[in-house]
């Protein structure tokens, strides 16, 4: 299985940037980093993706090493909203994703 | 609201018994995963449709499970002779796959309770 190391948990004051590192150091060259993130209580949601360049939209930006083997999503203004489990993902298929414990967010006053 | 659903949202029931879940993937999705996510796991992959087609199953879908996409648009997954250890939040995603684009889309869950 697809295999990637993040921290269990993480804590972040609101309005504050929150960096969520990603270990993927066997990533292979035809896949890609996905991060979804799960709100308690709902399913997944998509956030971001990238293959080796620097991503960014309406929600996150993503930082991955020039070498590929590690990642960092950026939430540049953290909210309540976004205390979540995030889980970061490695894949070269549009089939299943594979989910490991991911990083419990939690964003605080 | 257009996004995938989901129904029930919660099922208990008594060991032993069936149940079905049903989900409504977005519309024009041809793609269509099942996943099961017990406490405090990420979500495991279960098994995934192209359309009517079922493309791959992993182990974890025992012969107890069934899936079923039979027009390529709504799908069904059954549980017959339920035990307590399938007790979890079974979540159904669908994508439309473009390039190397692999988004899923998820619904709300169906949480089962075996008692």
């Known amino acids: 299985d697809a295999k990637t190391t993040q921290p269990p948990s993480m804590d972040c004051a609101e309005g504050r940037a929150a960096n969520l590192p990603c270990n993927h150091s066997t990533i292979s060259g035809n896949e890609y980093v996905y991060w979804y993130r799960q709100i308690h209580s709902q399913g997944p949601q998509y956030i971001i993706h990238?293959?080796?360049n620097n991503e960014t939209n309406e929600m996150a930006s993503l930082i991955i090493t020039e070498d590929r083997k590690s990642s960092t999503l950026i939430l540049p203004h953290a909210t309540l909203r976004d205390t979540a489990v995030y889980y970061c993902i490695r894949t070269g298929t549009a089939s299943k994703l594979t989910f490991g414990t991911g990083t419990r967010l939690q964003v605080t006053l | 609201d257009t996004g995938v659903s989901q129904n029930p949202r919660h099922k208990i029931t008594k060991r032993g018994q069936n149940v079905t879940f049903r989900c409504d993937p977005i519309s024009e999705h041809n793609r269509l995963y099942w996943y099961r996510q017990t406490l405090g796991q990420g979500p495991e992959f279960l098994t995934y449709f192209q359309n009517e087609a079922q493309l791959e199953k992993s182990r974890l879908l025992s012969d107890r499970f069934s899936a079923e996409r039979p027009k390529g648009s709504f799908s069904t997954l059954e549980i017959q002779r339920t035990e307590q250890g399938d007790s979890a939040m079974y979540l159904c995603?669908?994508?439309?796959?473009?390039?190397?684009?692999?988004?899923?889309?998820f619904g709300p869950g169906t949480r089962l309770t075996v008692t």
């Open positions: 995603a669908s994508s439309l796959p473009t390039g190397w684009s692999y988004e899923q889309y």
């Open positions: 990238g293959l080796k």
